[in-house]
């Protein structure tokens, strides 16, 4: 079983929808970060976050550190918000990164 | 503010051929990584360095080398490539080791053939 775990793999929604992508974890954190990749792109840093929620325009963080999980959200999707999204966390004390396989959103308008 | 740049973004390589990858930041970060990423593999830590002077390995570390140059710069040398490195690689960097965002320059895509 990996530390790291994104549901769902694949998302396919219509423009306009509420998208949620979970991440699920097994180890002791200080950290988890979303990030975004567009196809054939680099890689950008949406948030940061060790408890509670964070909010950037359509896009929202929320973390639970008890359940160790946490969900992205986006409000009013949008075909530019196609995608591939990966979850990482930061273990308590360590220096390295682990990453979530990714979860690819594509909006469809 | 350039954050993280990487060269080359394109290379094809022979097997058997050497090549440098080379990262540089421009944020005084101490840690700075190399990733590979593979189809359905995820990213994967070749190497990573927590602060000047000093290299560390990470999952993959074999068929490759490092050398942190200065605070600002950590390259990524292949000595003699093969056909299994052909990935696309991401140099990053974070200000500290932990409870920092972490930057990612725009990656670098090498085929070996």
């Given at each position: 079983k990996n530390e790291v775990e994104q549901s769902p793999q694949n998302?396919?929604?219509?423009?306009?929808?509420?998208?949620?992508?979970?991440?699920?974890y097994s180890v002791g954190i200080s950290a988890l970060h979303w990030l975004q990749q567009?196809?054939?792109?680099?890689?950008?840093?949406?948030?940061?976050?060790?408890?509670?929620?964070?909010?950037?325009g359509r896009l929202i963080a929320t973390i639970n550190i008890q359940e160790k999980h946490s969900s992205l959200h986006i409000t009013a999707s949008h075909p530019r918000d196609s995608a591939v999204y990966i979850c990482a966390v930061s273990g308590q004390g360590a220096q390295k990164l682990v990453f979530g396989q990714g979860t690819r959103l594509t909006i469809n308008p | 503010n350039a954050g993280v740049t990487?060269?080359?973004?394109?290379?094809?390589?022979?097997t058997g051929q050497s090549m440098?990858?080379?990262?540089?930041?421009?944020?005084?970060?101490?840690?700075?990584?190399?990733?590979?990423?593979?189809?359905?593999?995820?990213?994967?830590?070749?190497?990573?360095?927590?602060?000047?002077?000093?290299?560390?390995?990470?999952?993959?570390?074999?068929?490759?080398?490092?050398?942190r140059l200065n605070k600002r710069e950590f390259s990524l040398r292949l000595e003699s490539a093969a056909p299994s490195q052909t990935s696309v690689y991401f140099c990053a960097s974070r200000r500290t080791q932990t409870g920092n965002t972490i930057y990612f320059g725009e990656g670098s895509w090498l085929t070996v053939v």
């Amino acid at each position: 079983k990996n530390e790291v775990e994104q549901s769902p793999q694949n998302l396919t929604a219509q423009e306009g929808e509420f998208i949620t992508i979970n991440c699920s974890y097994s180890v002791g954190i200080s950290a988890l970060h979303w990030l975004q990749q567009h196809p054939g792109g680099g890689i950008v840093s949406l948030f940061m976050l060790s408890s509670g929620k964070k909010k950037h325009g359509r896009l929202i963080a929320t973390i639970n550190i008890q359940e160790k999980h946490s969900s992205l959200h986006i409000t009013a999707s949008h075909p530019r918000d196609s995608a591939v999204y990966i979850c990482a966390v930061s273990g308590q004390g360590a220096q390295k990164l682990v990453f979530g396989q990714g979860t690819r959103l594509t909006i469809n308008p | 503010n350039a954050g993280v740049t990487q060269t080359p973004k394109f290379q094809v390589l022979k097997t058997g051929q050497s090549m440098t990858l080379q990262c540089a930041q421009d944020m005084n970060h101490n840690s700075m990584y190399w990733y590979r990423q593979d189809p359905g593999m995820g990213l994967r830590l070749i190497y990573y360095s927590a602060s000047e002077g000093t290299t560390d390995k990470g999952e993959v570390p074999n068929g490759y080398n490092v050398s942190r140059l200065n605070k600002r710069e950590f390259s990524l040398r292949l000595e003699s490539a093969a056909p299994s490195q052909t990935s696309v690689y991401f140099c990053a960097s974070r200000r500290t080791q932990t409870g920092n965002t972490i930057y990612f320059g725009e990656g670098s895509w090498l085929t070996v053939v």
